[in-house]
């Protein structure tokens, strides 16, 4: 590693160091574990969008502690809802619930659990030394990226979320090209060019994308709990067994781990992919490659819980490596996290890994630690995180309104902020009934004003020669490529 990078990793610590630094790592930590206990549709999405209208205002060391330390813990928790109840407990733990619930059901919850606890914090340091492998690594690599290859890569992520979320790919690509309009709502930062401002003073820097993605997760899950009384009704399957015995079998099937671990940074790398497949690919992996795993997976082997969790816990890493080396983010929580590094002055990407360092090297260490914390979390609070498991959504539903309310208005002080965010939310509210993908407008929403101003700069300095450079050529074929298959496969499926 470099001296500079050395350095870096070093003022990282010290960043982390600082107490109101670690007070606010835990308290995301805190906030990670309650979301992925409680089954009332609550998501790092919706946490993220809250905390994030907040959080700008703080210092930008304390505040990455809060998002990270919520974010890096959700999934070590989020075998609790799959082990007890057989639901899935989010987007990356719904393989889980094959396994998972049937050692539930035959007493050895606490089993499954603390091999979930063991799988998940291992993947969570694998994913993290991954990522802080890949910043030395990369670096060469990253300085010969330009502002044309980077508008490559972020129209190619883009056009992969949009078909890939949903499961329709054309109203993927309608939300996200929304988003991408929404985006020009503002004065153009280059030319300052007024575009769809109406004369409105609110509308001179845009429409706050805190706001947007406030009001589209906040009031959709708010009214759906409200109208459906989604929540578990059903008894939970009798927390026995022993934790040890999970962490004996994670510890015996180490080299699983990693292997599920690694399939997890993968899919966290490759765009557009995410924790909707994570688990699935890495069950399916562990399927074909363990011994026996035809007669037994499925009927609660506790393998084929340490393969889906391991790989959703390390999948955080490979997202970080994309969202902090390029700048382009792999889901609407890292979307949330650019938005706010944006707020905080900090350009994702190339830029960042040039000036600020020891931030990066901050977010690491905030990432690892978090992780071990959140799993010894679990050992120790196994019994009472079961609890929470039982929150009704009548408890939940005032408390999400009253949380998006304070944060709009908190965001800005300015009451137009609360009429946007109840028409967002209501937008939000018909996207999702009606099979539009909020994410895929949210990631266009973020990746608009980066995609212009890469291009912008790809035009000023190229003119249109830009295209005809040898890395944006392949990049291009290689975004057609896999955009062209996986619509085809898609629509195919849809049909």
Request: charged residues 15%; hydrophobic residues 55%.
């Amino acid at each position: 590693m470099e001296v500079s990078l050395f350095h870096a990793a070093l003022q990282g610590l010290l960043n982390l160091m600082q107490l109101k630094v670690f007070l606010a790592m835990l308290v995301g930590v805190s906030i990670g574990t309650f979301t992925a206990v409680a089954p009332q549709g609550m998501g790092m999405p919706l946490v993220y969008a809250i905390l994030l209208p907040v959080v700008i205002r703080w210092e930008p060391v304390t505040g990455i502690a809060l998002l990270i330390g919520a974010s890096s813990v959700s999934a070590i928790c989020a075998a609790y809802l799959p082990v007890l109840f057989g639901i899935p407990g989010g987007a990356g733990s719904q393989a889980t619930v094959l396994d998972g619930y049937p050692m539930g059901k035959r007493g050895e919850a606490r089993r499954a659990l603390g091999a979930s606890f063991m799988a998940g914090g291992m993947g969570a340091l694998i994913g993290t030394l991954t990522l802080a492998v890949a910043i030395p690594a990369a670096k060469p690599l990253i300085y010969l990226m330009g502002s044309p290859e980077l508008f490559v890569v972020m129209l190619w992520g883009l056009s992969m979320v949009a078909v890939l979320a949903g499961r329709r790919p054309i109203k993927g690509l309608i939300a996200a090209a929304f988003g991408l309009l929404l985006a020009t709502v503002g004065q153009q930062a280059q030319s300052g060019v007024m575009r769809f401002v109406f004369d409105q003073p609110y509308l001179l820097d845009g429409i706050p994308i805190s706001i947007i993605a406030l009001a589209l997760f906040g009031i959709p899950s708010a009214l759906d709990l409200a109208l459906t009384k989604l929540g578990v009704e059903q008894q939970a399957a009798p927390l026995k067994g022993s934790l040890l015995d999970g962490i004996k079998d994670t510890v015996r099937e180490w080299w699983l781990v990693v292997r599920c671990s690694f399939v997890g940074v993968w899919i966290g790398i490759v765009p557009g992919l995410g924790s909707q497949v994570v688990d699935w690919l890495a069950y399916g992996h562990a399927a074909q490659t363990c011994k026996g795993a035809r007669e037994t997976f499925g009927k609660g082997d506790v393998r084929g819980v340490i393969a889906p969790e391991s790989a959703n816990d390390a999948k955080d890493g490979g997202d970080l490596i994309t969202t902090l080396l390029l700048g382009f983010p792999q889901g609407v929580v890292t979307a949330l996290f650019i938005v706010a590094l944006l707020a905080w002055g900090f350009v994702p990407g190339p830029e960042m890994v040039k000036k600020n360092a020891d931030l990066i090297y901050s977010i690491i260490w905030i990432q690892g630690i978090s992780g071990i914390i959140g799993t010894l979390v679990g050992f120790v609070l196994a019994k009472q995180l079961a609890k929470l498991a039982e929150v009704r959504y009548t408890f939940m539903v005032p408390i999400i309104f009253i949380f998006v309310l304070m944060g709009a208005f908190s965001a800005n002080r300015d009451p137009v902020d609360l009429l946007v965010v109840v028409c967002f939310g209501i937008l939000g509210y018909f996207m999702r009934r009606f099979g539009y993908p909020r994410p895929a407008m949210i990631l266009g929403l973020v990746l608009g004003d980066l995609m212009e101003k890469y291009l912008y700069r790809s035009m000023a300095s190229y003119g249109f020669s830009w295209l005809t450079r040898p890395a944006v050529i392949v990049l291009l074929i290689l975004a057609t490529v896999s955009f062209v298959l996986t619509l085809r496969g898609r629509l195919k499926e849809a049909r």
